[in-house]
């Protein structure tokens, strides 16, 4: 089969081509590095020229209130793209309990670029993981004042960003779903008892405070990031991971 990776190039991109690749397939990798612009439009038709399934990994350059019109415009060009070139299949990454957060602009946006998947012209699969490892470094500098770690005890379950693009790999590979993939990590942490396992492993002088208001996942409420019931869980455990 033949993959056209539109954000090939970028973390989880660069992965699902090498596992695709290895698996026999062909699958290239577009960025704007490679003269693809998911805003303009440039480039996408000859993307996906020949190519059986699109695997859409680009993201927002900001998580604020502009998120929603990036992922508006670079879905319309990018389905406009697709239908043209008789795509067969179209999948793109999400997050788990994305629609159970509208307080944030970023999972709003999230939310809206998988319903204008859904109302598309294009077979489709969403492929939605948890809170990628990767990010947690970032997600502690948010809330670091000096010495001090700010962070809520909103349950997370965090997941390598090698499993998420096994599991794109995999979805891509096979018949659309028409329907949601959920992925996430082994293990639930409160997310400031992951803060203090993180700067454990890697102290930096910094210490972790409980603070329920700190943060972007000060607003997310119950469980909603943890992956539900019918979820595949990787392997990969976060102390592991670390180390």
Do not use: C
């Amino acid at each position: 089969m033949k993959f056209a990776v539109i954000g090939g190039t970028g973390l989880i991109g660069s992965q699902v081509v090498t596992k695709l690749n290895a698996a026999g397939h062909d699958a290239v990798p577009h960025s704007q590095s490679t003269g693809v612009d998911v805003i303009t439009g440039k480039g996408l038709e000859q993307a996906m020229e020949g190519a059986d399934t699109v695997i859409n990994l680009t993201n927002s350059p900001t998580f604020d209130e502009a998120s929603p019109a990036f992922f508006q415009t670079s879905m319309d060009n990018l389905l406009a793209a697709a239908g043209k070139s008789d795509v067969q299949h179209f999948v793109i990454l999400s997050i788990v309990g994305v629609d159970q957060v509208p307080e944030l602009d970023y999972y709003r946006a999230k939310a809206l670029q998988e319903d204008v998947l859904r109302a598309g012209p294009v077979p489709y699969s969403i492929v939605r993981a948890t809170q990628f490892m990767e990010f947690v470094d970032a997600v502690l500098s948010w809330t670091t004042d000096g010495d001090t770690v700010r962070l809520p005890t909103t349950p997370i379950q965090p997941i390598a960003a090698k499993d998420v693009a096994a599991a794109v790999a995999e979805v891509a590979a096979g018949p659309p779903l028409r329907g949601i993939h959920n992925v996430g990590g082994p293990d639930v942490f409160p997310l400031d008892e992951l803060g203090r396992i993180t700067l454990a492993a890697h102290p930096d002088g910094r210490t972790v405070t409980t603070d329920d208001s700190a943060g972007m996942f000060a607003a997310v409420k119950g469980d909603v990031l943890v992956a539900p019931k019918d979820a595949h869980l990787a392997s990969t455990r976060y102390t592991d991971w670390l180390s």
